[in-house]
């Protein structure tokens, strides 16, 4: 069964450092999507991208996020100069078509903690 | 704004029990709905979503949902319960109708079920 594969597991990273997380979504998949879990919260939609731009975004992705499929295969969520607050785990999503209702498939996740 | 309401954070059962989690949702247009698992280490899986037609739906494993649109309802089910369904458990909201990318947790219920 194809998955969504996502790297580091886990990612430690200094206060004010930029940090790349990477996601390869499935082959024939069009949609792409980050979602965030803080720790005992729920997990939250941050920016949908579809056609080489952002469809879609929360007020939790502001100008310290940046999303981009730099080649065929990547997709990845860039945070500038990371917070404490940032520590969560990370969601990438994709799917064929628009929205969740075919095919939308999960990553395992990549733990970011901040310190 | 639009949300999930989960109202167990943690349930604990034997095997063999019936289990019920509650999901409510606040969004009075239409919605497509959508319960996830995800066990220890591993990523959101699909159980089980209701866009129209028979309320009650059936997923993998056992599990069904009933929605309920006069109590903004998507309770899970299953009649009973084994050890492999530890697990966390996510209900989710697509208030679209599929029409845009973004999911609406709630904040999960855990479930660990003793042998």
């Known amino acids: 069964e194809p998955e969504v594969t996502q790297t580091p597991s886990h990612q430690v990273t200094q206060m004010g450092q930029e940090v790349i997380l990477r996601c390869v979504p499935i082959?024939?998949?069009?949609?792409f999507y980050w979602y965030r879990q803080i720790l005992g919260q729920k997990v939250e939609f941050l920016v949908s991208?579809?056609?080489?731009?952002?469809?879609?975004k929360s007020e939790i992705f502001d100008d310290q996020f940046s999303v981009e499929r730099p080649d065929g295969s990547n997709f990845t969520l860039k945070i500038r100069s990371t917070k404490l607050e940032d520590s969560a785990m990370y969601f990438c999503?994709?799917?064929?078509?628009?929205?969740?209702?075919?095919?939308?498939?999960f990553g395992s996740g990549t733990r970011l903690t901040v310190v | 704004a639009q949300s999930v309401s989960q109202h167990n954070h943690h349930v604990i059962l034997s095997e063999a029990a019936s289990l019920e989690l509650g999901c409510n949702y606040s969004?009075?247009?239409?919605?497509?709905l959508f319960w996830y698992v995800q066990y220890p280490g591993q990523h959101l899986q699909l159980l089980l979503k209701?866009?129209?037609?028979?309320?009650l739906v059936k997923g993998i494993k056992g599990f069904e949902a009933e929605f309920i649109k006069s109590k903004f309802s998507f309770n899970l089910r299953k009649p009973s319960v084994q050890w492999s369904d530890t697990a966390e458990y996510f209900c989710?909201?697509?208030?679209?109708?599929?029409?845009?990318?973004?999911?609406?947790f709630g904040k999960g219920t855990k479930l660990s079920v003793k042998p």
């Open positions: 991208f579809y056609n080489n731009e952002i469809s879609e």
């Open positions: 209701y866009f129209s037609g028979d309320p």
């Open positions: 969004y009075g247009g239409t919605v497509n």
């Open positions: 082959s024939n998949h069009l949609y």
């Open positions: 999503a994709s799917s064929p078509h628009i929205g969740p209702n075919y095919g939308y498939t």
């Open positions: 989710a909201v697509n208030p679209h109708g599929g029409s845009q990318g973004n999911l609406i």
